[in-house]
């Protein structure tokens, strides 16, 4: 049972770069959701999608873009990584009802470091 | 704005005494209601909800909380403190737009176990 996958795990960038943080799961489930989570912060909503062709801003969504082309997967796209963005990202999954109920099922995070 | 508020960001017991977790939240809907624990270095997992059932709830490894709408709080709390509680705690709100929802994490309590 794959569950939410995130890749990578672990991601060093320079100011100014771009990357795509992936996550896929396989539970067919409409909602996706990143979150940001940093010391004395909680977790901060960046952006959330409850289909495919549907997205929404977060808490924290600026300097982050995403896209939902397909139910299984919720890319989140850095343009120009800011050391501000130095931080822990989980990628998060639920059924519509279960966003009710918060079910979420958790990716394991991925760790991203802006020098 | 519609948001949780955990009022400790740390709380420290000794192995035997009681455990509090405070929360309150607010919200125009009704809202669901969550906590969340993680373990040093490990995912998040769902401890306990409120979907407007019961307002006492109970949750996994001895943990309840209990909704209280006129203080507009959700405090956890559990009778004996183990040294395995020792984890960061969120207090979660999902806040319903008609068939959206976004879900709110606090920023996080993390309680100590005193041997």
């Known amino acids: 049972n794959a569950g939410v996958t995130q890749t990578p795990k672990f991601q060093v960038l320079k100011t100014g770069q771009s990357m795509t943080l992936q996550c896929a799961q396989d539970m067919n489930h409409e909602y996706m959701s990143w979150y940001r989570q940093d010391p004395g912060m909680g977790l901060r909503l960046i952006h959330y999608s409850v289909g495919a062709g549907i997205t929404d801003q977060g808490e924290v969504p600026n300097g982050y873009n995403v896209s939902r082309s397909t139910t299984e997967d919720f890319p989140l796209r850095l343009l120009s990584a800011a050391p501000s963005q130095t931080s822990v990202y989980f990628c998060?999954?639920?059924?519509?009802?279960?966003?009710?109920?918060?079910?979420?099922?958790f990716g394991e995070g991925s760790r991203l470091t802006v020098l | 704005a519609q948001s949780v508020t955990q009022l400790d960001s740390h709380v420290s017991v000794s192995e035997g005494t009681p455990v509090l977790l405070r929360c309150n939240y607010s919200s125009s809907y009704s809202p669901s209601l969550f906590w969340y624990v993680q373990h040093p270095n490990k995912g998040l997992q769902l401890l306990l909800k409120y979907t407007s059932a019961a307002t006492l709830v109970k949750g996994i490894n001895g943990f309840e909380a209990e909704f209280k709408k006129s203080e507009t709080s959700f405090h956890l709390t559990k009778p004996s403190a183990h040294m395995s509680d020792a984890a960061e705690y969120f207090c979660?709100?999902?806040?319903?737009?008609?068939?959206?929802?976004?879900?709110?994490f606090g920023s996080g309590t993390r309680l100590s176990i005193r041997p």
């Open positions: 998060a999954s639920s059924s519509l009802a279960g966003t009710n109920t918060g079910e979420l099922f």
């Open positions: 979660v709100v999902s806040l319903l737009y008609s068939s959206a929802s976004k879900i709110i």
